[in-house]
């Protein structure tokens, strides 16, 4: 039975309380910039992006991060991943960099997308935003800002549903997948 | 598209419309990479492709070197006097000789038609067709498409002629293959002495008179005229033809404001088209190879992210 | 040693007895055909449910030796042959040295006759090396055995050294092939043009170099007399050419090979080097004349115009690979399959184009019929036997066909010459 974790008033209130610790840690919006990894990483990073507007009445740089390229399994797919544009129109160089995606759950994700970054320029600091973290790290990294720590099994999927690339109302559903999953 | 499935790039013949706009739009994120600071990504680290070229090219084989080393594969280069086809060594030998090194992907250019086909069906390895005798050359074609797409937003309706040496132009007939496929509407246009029997079964229309086809057309396509063909009796002399067919600023006053001049390069500069035209306003010479790279990183990482089921038991 | 044939459904050209009969052969000879069966005989065959047919003649195949033995020799070339049901073959010169000296005839029929498979015949050329510049000294090769004169693998080009072979051959009496192929026009096509060759981009050869060099040569013979015997006619518009020279009384005769009738130009598409031959496959339309110039008799003979070429030299690019496929195994199926189950000739119709017409045409005597006092040579078929091809089985040294994987119908079962069984399928 799939469970749902999280509907869309909870995410909202999830990432207005992400938005609000940005802006508290890094003493307003300076020098943030805001990079979410494709796909839901980028709708939840525009949302961020809005949200901290609100508050501060001021934009943030946002961009699109499209990691598929620095993934590290490549030579498992049996067939190559569709490829997407990534869309960092501003220079990240010396810049505080919030890197935005839905679920942390390896780290293998983040990891390519620090690589990613790294081609892009040197940002002052990279600071990780996650909506759900659901645990079963296998790289030494760890989120900055976390909307909800999720216990999970290895045999459970965390799926997010966004409205902008889902057509359906936002939540969070955890459900049991094949042995293999 | 379900999950692209071709292990090898041999022609367009080949390619459903589907997957070759997906290769189309696989490439606009490689343009993007392109035009980056570090214009590097590791998606083929580890992989290692070779090019055997039996034909010299400087262009084709450089764009395809550019692409390959912008994914990170290792690239080595078989081509020039070290390559020992027709010199006793029949295909398949050398076909397993280049196996027996671990390669990933060959990259091949022949005189021939048919050479990467019959590579293909001996490897393992992926096989990208750089051109095939007067046949083929899909990755050109791939990138001219992509600059129409580019410039005019899309391929299906829109008219293009190209305009030449038909008979000899493997760019000619892919492009012949693909544009039609994807709902261009093609004219072929040149002497008639290079213009080959039963094109129209291609599904082209044919003209010999270039004045009265321009109005119409988006795209102008030239292609290089070789100075061989006047001895080879196709042509009076170059001079004719230049006057007949080539493409000048008086032909362009004729033409579409928005018309695109499109040429596979190199040009021969006063032949098939002026100066002036070659370096104005509606040339988009220089796209198509800047196109090429990112064109060919698309193939390159397509293919090679295929495994070849029909070959394992 | 005496050989007795039972039950022998006896087909010649000129009929096919329904009723079996028996046959005496001994000392080489049919001794004689009837219903008697009491004959003491060494060895009985019995042809129950099979046909028995002259021994098949081809006066068109290579064999390569002298000279690339690697591709075929006089003894491969002739278990190929007797397997395919020949019990004659005649030998395009176009070996290395040339046929155009009694030496070399003298030399290859010394090896014919220690093969002793079967009759090989060789051919001279009609231009020294095939050179095209000047004559052979065709009195000399008619007296070491030649019955023809060839330069196949290419025309006699210049009209003038035609014009003195026609004039010459027959003051000799001897029979010109003429392989047609202007090769100005042809200029190293690789395949037939048309709109295949133009969707491929391979280097192509219009037909009308064969037709133009038929259309010269019947003009030669009009003017001359003589005789000209065209080889492997493969387009509509020669056999239009022929057929009404014919009509005219001009004295031409012509050939066709299985895979003219059977293939065209679409099997290109695959880049297999055995689709490649010269004249190379054409259109649905030319096989579709192939098969009425067969069938009306303008085409006088099926011939296979055997070319073996070694695994190395085909596996190559398309255009560089040399012409030609192997033949004689499959000549006879191949005719049944798409000639005989088709309506398009009878058995008796087959027998005179791949047996008694040959033997007329290149003056073979005493073969190409079934008829006492003539040579026990006699091919024993299956007609209903469903067979496919494969490379294991052939007896050609080289593989080179594209017919591979083909099931057809129709088996040479036993093959005898001069009185022997030379070939028995198991």
Redesign the interface.
Known sequence: MPRKIMDSESIKRALTRISHEILEKNKGIGEICIVGIRTRGAFLAERISQLIEQIEGEKVPVGIL?I???RDD??L????P??????IKFDISGKKLILVDDVLYTGRTIRAAL??IT???RPAQIQLAVLIDRGHRELPIRADYVGKNIPTAANESVRVILQEADEAADEVIVKKVGANG | MD???KHDLLDLQTLSAEEIEHVLE?A???K??SS???K????LR?KTIVSLFFEPSTRTRGSFELAAKR?SADTINMSGSGSS??K?E????MAKNIEAMNVDLIIVR??????P??LAENLNASVVNAG?????HPTQALLDMFTIKDKLGEIKGKKVVIVGDILHS?VA?SNIVGLTKLGAEVTVCGPSTLI????E??GVKVSYDIDAVIPDQDVIMLLRLQKERQEEHYLSSIREYAKTFGFNANRLKMAKKDVLVMHPGPTNRGVELSGEVADGARSVILDQVTNGVAVRM?VL??T????DVSKEE | MSLLITNAVIVNADKKNTKPQSIFIDKGKIQAIGSNTDVKATKTIDAKGKLVLPGLIDIHVHFREPGQEYKETIETGSQSAVKGGFTTVMCMPNTRPVIDNAMVVEGLLKEVNRVGLCNVIPIGSITRGQKDQELVDMFELKKAGCLALSDDGKSVVSSQLMRRALEYSKMVDILLIQHCEDPLISAGGAMN???T??????KADPYISESIIVSRDIELVHYLGGHVHFAHMSCRRSIELIRQAKKQGISVTAEACPHHFTLTDDEVRS?DTNTKMNPPLRTPDDVEAVKEGLKDGTIDLIVTDHAPHS??DK??????APFGIIGLETSLALTNTELIRKNVLSWEEVVDKMSTRQAEIAGIKNKGVIKEGYDADITIVDPDEVWTVTVEDTASKSKNSPFFGRELVGRVKTTIYGGKVVFQDK
């Not at chain 2, 022949?110 to 050479?115: D, E, I, K, N, R």
């Not at chain 2, 095939?132 to 083929?136: I, K, L, T, V």
């Not at chain 2, 090679?304 to 495994?307: E, I, P, R, V, Y």
Request: aromatic residues 8%.
């Open positions: 499209d598929t390229l620095y490549l030579t797919a049996s067939s190559q569709v490829v997407h544009e990534t869309l690589d990613a081609d892009f320029g | 999950k692209w499935s696989t606009k994120s490689f993007e990479v980056r600071e570090v590097k990504v590791p998606a580890g994914l086809l027709s006793g029949t295909i398949v030998d022949h005189s021939v038609a048919g050479v086909h019959k095939d005798g007067c046949r083929s493997r007939r080959p029997i039963g094109i079964q291609m698309a990482y397509l090679l992210g295929t495994k | 043009e048309g709109v060759s133009t969707q491929l981009g391979i880049f695994k190395e596996e190559v690019d398309f255009e560089n």
